[in-house]
């Protein structure tokens, strides 16, 4: 009987340990709201970070009083740990305030794959608009096809004129009035999207598309005009080449099974809806000796580095992270300049995340490089990194290069002062260098590690277990 329960103990303590030790608290579901108070022109989001994803998930995100959603944008960004590569997702909700003012956003549970998030939900403050919310070639064209229509199919472009390489988003929504007499209904949709989006889709050009989950109606004021509008497709499309964006008419098939208002009718007919064609100028780039070879968008750098100063021989990591608003997934990576035998640049491990957002594709990608320096001195990493690009807004090639300098021997500073924070000041007398936290720092043995508490626990643990293992065999053979 002691035996018996000697054993259950053991058993239970055993599967706990490892239960504990095998738990990840890292790789858990998050939920992020944007920013709380925000103007009207600005949309509200809620992100669910998804770890070690490999599939699309769908989210059913709650529903905002006040709020119209806007869509459904998903960001993925591939990682290399131990030589594998993991990916993890973001998959954001857009919302569109209706009006200013304060609003609830109520506490909700989102579920996947059997495990559950919670937010506790927040107040948001919806300032009045500061600027248009819509681009004008969009107002006009919407203007346009509502003159005399009570319901219309639009296919709208978010520029009229882009530069080769610079985004452009194309969306195609149907719209009808509220005081349409008719009741309509989609039928065959997805049928009719694959061949629709086959017309539409620009020849030699890149695409993001943005996954619209569920067809929900979208209140719209045109030309004073009360409208319910149904979008159906939206992508950002980056053309690789000069020629100009043709994009023919689409037709779109719904049914009528009734009038609102009158006799019913005998069946229900069919009634098409034809958008307008349209076309895109697509501008060359200016004379330049990369022109075509260089990315199109606007961009700015975020770099970093492991340490300032380190010795011969020894590696340091350098990151440089490219973010902004274009074709983010095609950026290249640096070009290496100045190649000198004082130091070596291993290739960059690339790491990327794209947001879709309405008309605009945002994100960043890092490039990770490993240097090795062979001499002593300074290394500036601006004579030696340089990364050119095309901005479509200025119209003119700017060129991103580091600011930081890697020291290699030499006097010990106090490390990344000038890396993080730029224009910090270093001692300037010898007192101050002699009260400083770093002091001695170069007689320090690096190689005496402090304790990790963990891997005591670890430690102590493992003792424990086998102390048990043992008293369970001499319990045995004693019986």
Do not use: C
């Amino acid at each position: 009987m002691l035996v018996a329960i000697f054993r259950k103990i053991l058993a239970l303590f055993f599967l706990s340990t490892l239960i504990g030790f095998g738990q990840t608290p890292d790789n858990t579901l998050s939920i992020e709201l944007s920013v709380l108070t925000f103007p009207l022109e600005r949309p509200f989001t809620i992100s669910v970070t998804i770890p070690n994803a490999e599939k699309r998930v769908t989210i059913s995100f709650p529903d905002i009083d006040g709020f119209d959603k806007k869509g459904i944008s998903t960001s993925v960004t591939p990682t290399e740990i131990d030589g594998k590569t993991v990916t993890s997702q973001i998959i954001t909700q857009t919302y569109q305030a209706q009006a200013a003012g304060r609003f609830r956003l109520l506490p909700f549970t989102i579920e996947i794959d059997g495990e559950s998030v919670h937010s506790e939900g927040a107040t948001l403050v919806v300032q009045p608009a500061k600027s248009p919310t819509a681009p004008q070639n969009n107002t006009l064209a919407l203007a346009e096809a509502a003159s005399g229509n009570a319901a219309f199919l639009s296919l709208r472009a978010s520029q009229s004129t882009i530069y080769a390489g610079e985004g452009v988003a194309l969306t195609l929504s149907f719209f009808v009035a509220d005081n349409y007499p008719y009741e309509l209904s989609f039928t065959a949709l997805d049928r009719q999207l694959q061949a629709i989006t086959k017309k539409i889709r620009p020849a030699n050009s890149w695409e993001e598309s943005m996954a619209i989950t569920e067809l929900k109606p979208v209140q719209v004021l045109i030309k004073g005009k009360k409208f319910r509008e149904y979008r159906i497709f939206q992508s950002v499309f980056f053309p690789l080449s000069n020629q100009n964006l043709k994009l023919p008419a689409v037709s779109l098939q719904l049914v009528r099974p009734q009038p609102v208002i009158g006799p019913p009718t005998s069946q229900p007919e069919t009634v098409v809806f034809t958008s307008r064609p349209m076309a895109i100028v697509v501008k060359p780039l200016p004379a330049h000796p990369l022109r075509g070879r260089v990315p199109v968008g606007s961009f700015q750098l975020e770099e970093g580095l492991e340490r300032q100063e380190v010795n011969v021989g020894q590696s340091v990591r350098y990151t440089f992270t490219i973010a902004g608003e274009g074709n983010i997934a095609t950026l290249p990576a640096p070009t290496l300049v100045n190649q000198v035998a004082d130091f070596d640049v291993f290739p960059p491990e690339e790491r990327h995340t794209v947001v879709q957002n309405g008309n605009q594709v945002t994100g960043h990608k890092t490039f990770t490089y490993f240097i090795v320096p062979h001499q002593n001195g300074l290394i500036s990493l601006a004579n030696h990194f340089q990364w050119i690009y095309f901005d479509p807004k200025t119209a003119r090639y700017d060129t991103i290069q580091p600011h930081v300098d890697l020291l290699v021997g030499g006097k010990k500073k106090a490390a990344g002062a000038q890396v993080l924070i730029p224009g910090s000041q270093s001692e300037t007398d010898g007192a101050s260098a002699a009260n400083s936290l770093y002091t001695g720092i170069d007689t320090m043995d690096s190689t005496e590690q402090p304790i990790s508490i963990s891997t005591l626990v670890r430690s102590i643990a493992n003792v424990l277990i086998l102390v048990m293992l043992l008293g369970m065999v001499v319990v045995f053979f004693k019986k």
